[in-house]
């Protein structure tokens, strides 16, 4: 896109160079020398002098020596000697040509020179500050020109030209452009109402404007010095910007000066160091400064930057040693936010000086805590709740977030279980800061904690005993508990522990198919039929398939169960001198052979008469297995309290 110019002067050009010496053939000597920095201009007094007050002012201290020729040094002119030569220009009234580069360092050096209205009419500061009030109604020729000002800074802060720039850049970026149906150019900036215009078959037609997107200035100002881009970043914050805006830009910013953000994957090779340095051409101390800046910049509000955007920023805090307190401001802000994270962005390596562990557990401690912080509130008004899976897994109860980290928490102990040098305390310090009620099951800790016993064999049974109160057996899935019973590296203890309390839920399982059952029963009229509404028959009649069903799937559940109360049986009376306190033990709990379950004795089914009895089926032997059960239900819920205490 064509930047704005204007064109002063009506002369040829007239000036030639000569090695380190510009020349202006007009035909007449030489009575002045400009020197600026190593090059020098052979001019004349007049023109000079009637522009500049203080060239005018210098040339009187040459008054008196005509015969001299005078040399005047203007080594600090804001844009140095190629800045000057425009001005010569101007006093000479040759062609030049303003435009977004020149003209802040242009402006600079008129005032330096005090080219006012006083020394002629249409000055060099008039034509200038008119030609910068036009760029400012233009966003790329502003941009353009703000990025000029680092040349000329202190001469451009005096002047107000680099608030101005971000002023003029502030509002645009505030404003809603698709008001104003600004065309996007190919590269993503926006255009301004004169490029509006193209030529199709000879005839000038506006340009279709396109969707303009909240992004659209992320680009352009990408490439400003940290110092001004922080200035137009504050301005656009004054002005009200939705602080989901300001993150987005600071994630453009970050991504395009900080390298590293993009190579997370290269962390654990060793020496970050090296990478770091071979990555970005800032130095370190560079790269650490514009990263406490950005993180500084950053919104406080929960959820208006990307969580994994704050961890990238944070390990890349590591490696440059950032500052505490920007690592402290991070690792709260996301805690803040920390169900929004997944689980490889906190899979943070350890970047301290003793490399303990393969991860840094300590820093991901830190959140967690912050995270349980913030929410404690949350967490008190909801503790007392009586909340099921589904409550919490469909996002509408406020225990939610708290669930969603146990899930992360839990994905993450089973990736650090396997780490030979991780702690015990470490390991159940992260564990235990979820609360019980937060995990609806618990077969995520579970398989968590039987990584790491696998990954430390050596551990005491104490000590197992002690990193299994972990979990709570009775929030096993059926495929857990199954697993867990056959679990070789778990106590003896919690196996049994497991064992009771599946053998628990399939009495109350069976006790619930059986009351649908009975009311059923109850429900058919005195002539044997059921008494089932017109409309809804088929409803009842399904109802009582499922429920059979149900009961063929949980016998052969107890079956199963059974042989695996028979196996375990003869494992532990291997490990015991008496057999018959292991007979009690298992009596005590409600364990019978296969025999004693279906209520009735082989023998007796022979000898009784057939007309009398019926055969023993699977129905009447769930019958009679769901009446023993009813009568040790008292007793298994006394036998369950007993285990939790031990």
């Not at 435009?99 to 005032?111: G, H």
């Not at 402290?328 to 350890?350: F, T």
């Not at 830190?366 to 509130?377: G, P, Q, S």
Request: proline fraction near 4%; charge should be negative; include cysteine.
């Amino acid at each position: 896109m064509a930047c704005m110019i204007m064109r002063l002067g009506s002369k040829s050009e007239a000036f030639h160079r000569d090695g380190q010496i510009w020349l202006c053939s007009t035909g007449l000597p030489s009575d002045v020398i400009v020197e600026v920095g190593e090059m020098s201009f052979q001019l004349h007094k007049f023109p000079l002098l009637s522009r500049s007050r203080v060239i005018e002012n210098l040339m009187k201290d040459y008054s008196g020596e005509d015969e001299k020729k005078c040399v005047l040094q203007f080594h600090d002119i804001p844009g140095g000697a190629k800045t000057f030569l425009l001005v010569a220009k101007f006093c000479y009234g040759i062609r030049l040509e303003l435009t977004a580069l020149n003209i802040v360092s242009l402006r600079c050096a008129a005032e330096y020179l005090q080219m006012s209205e006083d020394h002629g009419e249409g000055n060099l500061i008039t034509q200038t500050e008119s030609f910068l009030n036009d760029i400012f109604g233009h966003w790329t020729d502003t941009i353009k020109a703000l990025e000029t000002c680092e040349l000329v800074l202190p001469y451009a802060e005096e002047l107000q030209i680099v608030s101005r720039c971000i002023s003029s850049l502030a509002m645009k970026a505030c404003a809603d452009m698709t008001f104003f149906s600004w065309p996007m150019s190919e590269s993503g900036t926006i255009q301004s109402p004169e490029d509006t215009y193209v030529l199709w078959n000879g005839i000038c037609a506006a340009a279709k404007p396109q969707s303009v997107s909240k992004d659209w200035w992320y680009e352009d100002v990408s490439f400003l010095k940290l110092s001004l881009y922080k200035r137009l970043i504050l301005a656009v914050e004054s002005r009200g910007i939705k602080p989901e805006t300001i993150a987005g830009s600071l994630v453009h910013y970050a991504k395009r000066h900080l390298p590293l953000l993009g190579r997370q994957s290269s962390f654990q090779s060793g020496n970050h160091a090296a990478i770091a340095s071979t990555m970005s051409p800032l130095s370190d101390a560079d790269q650490r400064n514009l990263l406490e800046e950005i993180v500084a910049l950053i919104p406080n509000q929960r959820g208006a930057t990307p969580t994994n955007f704050l961890l990238r920023l944070l390990r890349t805090s590591m490696i440059l040693h950032a500052g505490p307190s920007c690592r402290e401001k991070l690792e709260k802000q996301i805690g803040a936010q920390l169900d929004q994270a997944a689980l490889e962005d906190i899979l943070i390596p350890n970047m301290g000086y003793s490399l303990e562990t393969l991860y840094d557990i300590d820093c991901v401690q830190r959140i967690l805590d912050h995270f349980v912080l913030v929410n404690h509130e949350v967490l008190e008004s909801s503790s007392n709740y009586i909340v099921d899976e589904g409550q919490l897994m469909g996002g509408s109860h406020p225990l939610t977030p708290m669930t969603m980290v146990a899930n992360l928490v839990d994905g993450y102990l089973a990736e650090v279980a396997p780490d030979v040098n991780l702690k015990l305390p470490k390991f159940q310090s992260l564990a235990a800061v979820i609360p019980d009620y937060a995990r609806p099951l618990d077969d995520g800790i579970y398989r968590a904690i039987d990584i790491y016993l696998k990954a430390h064999p050596w551990l005491t049974g104490s000590e197992k005993e002690q990193i299994c109160r972990l979990m709570n057996c009775q929030k096993l899935s059926l495929e857990a508990s199954a697993h867990a019973t056959q679990n070789e590296r778990l106590p003896l203890r919690v196996i049994v522990q497991v064992l009771f309390f599946e053998q628990l839920r399939l009495r109350t399982s069976i006790a619930g198919c059986f009351f649908v059952s009975d009311n059923l029963e109850n429900s058919q009229n005195p002539s044997g039929n059921l008494a089932i509404p017109r409309n809804n028959g088929s409803a009842h009649v399904g109802t009582t398939q499922d429920c059979f069903a149900e009961v063929d799937d949980i016998m052969e559940r107890v079956s199963e169960l059974e042989k695996e109360y028979l196996t375990m049986k003869e494992e532990l009376e291997k490990l015991v001198k008496t057999k018959g306190s292991w007979s009690i033990f298992l009596r005590k709990f409600g364990f019978r052979s296969k025999s004693k379950s279906c209520g009735c004795d082989p023998k007796t089914a022979k000898s009784s008469d057939s007309k009398k009895s019926k055969p023993c089926d699977y129905k009447t032997s769930a019958a009679v297995s769901f009446t023993n059960g009813r009568e040790n239900h008292k007793n298994g819920e006394s036998e369950l309290q007993v285990l939790k205490e031990n």
